[in-house]
């Protein structure tokens, strides 16, 4: 048999180093269709472009969200009625109790009926990682002896050619676009995280297109006096969006606080369907872009948020 190696830019092409910095309802215009498997980050969460894409929501219909962990922010999209999939580890409110949206949704069909192909956090990640490698699979032990298995056909176990012992086969992820929110980028695209970043990294990199909104735009040279920082090179990217408090109400390492007072009050208004679409009608469809959201969301709250978090954490100078 004659086999020919797979080149991975035959299919994606690195991104150039031009400017990418446009607003996010350009980004989401330009990047997000209808039919797409879309990404979500979990480290920081992009806010601001998902309550675009809710705004959107009379172009975008149908979605296939690929999650590791979404703690209460896809809600919603969920609760939208755009999803239709969701590939996924965790979704659940974390601090803030039960994302009842999600549960409505999987349980009840309230928006929309959403099938759920589940996998563990850690296999996630391989999946995104195999994408990013181009290979259509990888190995992992991970999910042995749990009922994920039986409950995910798209799951393989083999037994390992060298040992005899079984492993698992997840498949690779390559999603259409992936939405992610980070510390700060440069007009190009090269996205720094500060602390945890969990599989932003493979995530862009498994991603035919990736839209990143920041806290900050900085200078090309500013990311070069710290380029180790440098979590996501600019070829893997395609818009960037400025976004100051972008993953609001969850935090930002070294930016904000997590907003646990107004989670607790939105997950409260969630627990019921009328509850969620008046929150949805308020805080996206009620404001224009994330500007707006933030003036309703108040500034003297957001730097509180702020001051707390520099209170414990601040990213110090390097020189």
Known sequence: MNYKPYNPSKKRK????????MTA???????????DNLAISTCSVPSALMWEIVRQRERIKNLDLTVCSQIGLSAPIIGSGLVRKIEMAYVWGGIEGADMVFRRAVEKGIPRPIEVEEYSNFAMGMRWLAGAMGVPFMVTKSQLGSDIVSNNSRIKVIGDPYTGEPVCLVPASNPDVSIIHAQRADDIGNVQYYGIYGNSDMQARASKHVI???EEVVTQDEIRRVSNMTTIPYYYVDAIVHA????HWRDVPFYYQHDLAYGLEAFEQFSTPEGFEAWVDKYILGTKNWEEYLNMIGYDRLMY?????HKYQKFGEIR
Not at 14 to 21: A, I, S, T
Not at 305 to 309: D, I, K, N, V
């Open 305 to 309: 948020l702020r001051e707390s978090e």
């Open 25 to 35: 309802q350009e980004a989401i215009s330009k990047f997000v269709h209808e039919g």
């Open 14 to 21: 690195g991104k150039p180093p031009v400017n990418k910095v």
């Open 212 to 214: 990143v909104s920041v």
């Open 244 to 247: 100051p408090f972008g993953a």
